[in-house]
């Protein structure tokens, strides 16, 4: 029997793509992720910077943390077999521009604006979707659905 290794990432809809929250869902789900929180949340500059912290030296932190505290972002837990490359993959690259050139079916190609205002973000590895899950969701760790995957090891460290 094989055994998939479900996995648990957070996923965000930016504040320049909270209008399109329903058409990405339906991409969401369509592409077989479950979701299994959701929260909506207007975050301050002081949590964007704190979110966003390992860019606090690039040229864009500023930008950046201004845009994320521009409006409402949803956040979600997504779930399914490889989640965190899998999400990552249907956003497409970081800037919207070069998504629409190079990954057009995309979600940052279709609900992106440039390469700031990206529509989504999603965690980069299971260290930071323990750690963005727990910055959005600190109880989740503890929900039966965190237990028993592999990214719990990551919090104990
Ligand atoms: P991601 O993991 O694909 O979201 O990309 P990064 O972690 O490298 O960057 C975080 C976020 O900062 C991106 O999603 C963009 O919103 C923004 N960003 C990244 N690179 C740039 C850039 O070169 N210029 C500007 N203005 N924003 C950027
Ligand atoms: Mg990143």
Not at 147 to 156: A, C, K, S
């Amino acid at each position: 029997m094989v055994v998939e290794k479900i996995e648990s990432t957070l996923a965000l809809v930016k504040p320049d793509a909270f209008d399109n929250t329903e058409n990405i869902i339906t991409i969401i789900k369509r592409n077989g992720f479950v979701i299994s929180e959701r929260q909506v949340v207007t975050l301050s500059k002081e949590r964007a910077a704190q979110f966003y912290e390992e860019h606090k030296e690039r040229s864009f932190y500023d930008d950046l943390t201004t845009f994320m505290s521009s409006g409402p972002t949803l956040a979600l837990v997504l779930r399914k077999a490889d989640a965190i490359t899998s999400w990552r993959q249907l956003m497409g690259p970081t800037n919207s521009d070069k998504a629409r050139k190079e990954a057009p079916d995309s979600i940052r190609a279709k609900f992106g604006t440039d390469g700031s205002k990206n529509a989504t973000h999603g965690s980069d590895s299971p260290q930071s979707a323990a750690r963005e899950i727990a910055f959005f969701f600190p109880e989740y760790q503890h929900s039966s659905e965190f237990n028993g995957q592999d990214v719990r090891e990551y919090l104990t460290k």
